[in-house]
């Protein structure tokens, strides 16, 4: 168990609808990832925030957002929903912003349909 | 583009033996990090190897880098079922920003 836990487990939506997804970072973890992951691809990095603030962007979609909160947890909303937004959503968590070991949360497995 | 590119994209071997994977990246890096994943799990944190290190050990995994080469190899020595996953290598750019730059994964399959 690493510590970061994800809601849901498990989600199945229709297109065009909005989705968001939950993260809270391992205890003393400032630092939280979001990354995305299709069938059997590798891992597609969205967004960093550390401490509250966004420290780093990737590949997120415009219809994608997300934020972290005062106590830390992040929460990641997806809108506007396409098929090819079906996939893994991965959460993790570090100690510091940059270059540390990151811990991941079991993910979060979404089907639009 | 992605800056790690790990080699093979898939191996299988028998139970008991040595798995070698590789990572190759582009940029000069702080660290360079590997991560499992079991099918459809969160990656799981193995080891980091700093760039002024050259080797590293934890338990039946050993880690090298060559950084005049830009690269850096996974020994999984006496391979058991359990180790079947996939494998991650993830750098930590000189002079990125904040984020890792992960390879797309070997994934290896140990045959009983």
């Known amino acids: 168990d690493s510590g970061v836990t994800q809601t849901p487990k498990h989600l199945i939506t229709a297109t065009g609808q909005r989705v968001t997804l939950r993260c809270s970072p391992r205890s003393g973890d400032l630092s939280v990832y979001w990354y995305q992951q299709s069938l059997d691809q590798g891992l597609q990095f969205l967004i960093q925030?550390?401490?509250?603030?966004?420290?780093a962007k990737g590949n997120i979609l415009e219809r994608f957002s997300a934020q972290q909160f005062p106590d830390l947890h992040s929460e990641l909303n997806l809108s506007s929903l396409e098929l090819g937004d079906s996939a893994l959503y991965f959460c993790?968590?570090?100690?510091?912003?940059?270059?540390?070991?990151?811990?991941f949360g079991p993910g979060t497995r979404l089907t639009v349909t | 583009s992605q800056q790690g590119e790990e080699d093979p994209q898939a191996l299988s071997i028998q139970e008991g033996e040595n798995a070698t994977m590789n990572c190759s990246y582009k940029t000069s890096i702080n660290n360079l990090q590997w991560y499992r994943q079991n099918s459809g799990r969160g990656l799981v944190h193995l080891i980091l190897i700093r760039s002024n290190e050259r080797e590293k050990h934890s338990g039946r995994l050993r880690v090298t880098l060559d950084t005049s080469k830009k690269s850096s190899s996974l020994l999984i020595t006496a391979s058991r079922a359990a180790d079947t996953a996939s494998y991650f290598c993830a750098t930590d750019p000189k002079w990125g920003n904040y984020q890792l730059i992960w390879g797309a994964g070997t994934k290896l399959i140990i045959k009983p």
């Open positions: 993790a968590s570090s100690v510091g912003d940059s270059g540390n070991e990151q811990y």
């Open positions: 925030y550390y401490n509250g603030e966004e420290r």
